[in-house]
């Protein structure tokens, strides 16, 4: 882990800031991005987030499908199931 030398309080609401540098670094730049947040021992751990087939956890060619994510791999393997 690399210290970064920012430290960051909690505001009153229980929020703080992201620092404009290390989302920048991590290519958190429109409103539309987002992180996930994990947890590791005593570690909080903020990750980009990127979605993710729900079933092999790939990113490639993903369609949506009532709110779930599913590749084009998997959703095709799916079809092959419910063949007569």
Same mark, same amino acid.
Request: no cysteine.
């Given at each position: 882990m690399k210290a970064t030398g920012i430290v960051r309080k909690f505001d009153e609401n229980g929020r703080f800031v992201i620092p404009m540098e290390v989302r920048r670094h991590f290519g958190l730049t429109s409103v539309d991005d987002a992180v996930e947040? +994990?947890?590791d021992g005593d570690c909080i751990?903020?990750?980009k987030y990127a979605p993710t087939c729900i079933f092999c956890d790939g990113s490639?060619?993903?369609v949506s499908y009532k709110d779930k994510r599913v590749c084009k791999k998997c +959703?095709?393997?799916l079809g092959v199931l419910f063949e007569d």
């Open positions: 947040v +994990f947890t751990v903020l990750k490639d060619e993903l +959703f095709g393997k």
